[in-house]
């Protein structure tokens, strides 16, 4: 099992929905593309509340992303430092959403992927290669993780 935590700004009362929704997609992606998140926290939170702690939080830090901003929320970013993986709760009910409706998200995505999917990919990468998204290093790791993922999911690109 994953090591899932949340920050405050997420509501008590939905904490285990959230982690059970994660944790199902976190071995999903960590299976497919052969990533053992044992020493990786991923800590869950609502961006709507969280934009102005995190810049101050993580100002001055080397790398912290943006990943996938969209009319300017965040979805997940990440502290290689720490080992933590920040995911939104708006990308939990998007992966929660997928699942009960069977809904892929892949028009999304310049691959054959699920949104979230590709969203806890980019933040492994980081973690992976403790660099960011404009590093050949990471963009050479993040495509084979790429290819992993739709290899296993039966997406040939």
């Known amino acids: ?7 405050d700004t997420v509501a008590v009362e939905s904490v285990t929905f959230y982690r059970a ?17 044992s020493h990786v926290t991923w800590i869950i939170f609502d961006a709507s509340l969280t934009r102005r702690k ?17 009319r300017d929320e965040e979805y997940a970013y990440c502290d290689v430092t720490t080992n933590e993986i920040y995911i939104s709760t708006e990308v939990i009910r998007r992966i929660a959403n997928s699942m009960t409706t069977q809904i892929s998200f892949h ?25 960011d998204h404009d590093n050949p290093i990471y963009i050479k790791k993040y495509h084979e993780n790429m290819c992993w993922y739709l290899k296993k999911s039966g997406n040939i690109f």
């Open 1 to 7: 099992m994953s090591c899932i935590k949340y920050d």
């Open 21 to 37: 929704v994660l944790q199902t997609k976190i071995m999903d992606v960590c299976r497919k593309i052969h990533f053992n998140d």
């Open 54 to 70: 995190k810049q101050k939080k993580w100002s001055g830090t080397s790398i912290s992303t943006n990943v996938l901003p969209l």
């Open 107 to 131: 028009l999304r995505s310049s691959q054959n992927v699920d949104w979230p999917a590709e969203v806890i990919i980019h933040e492994i990468t980081h973690i992976q290669t403790k660099r």
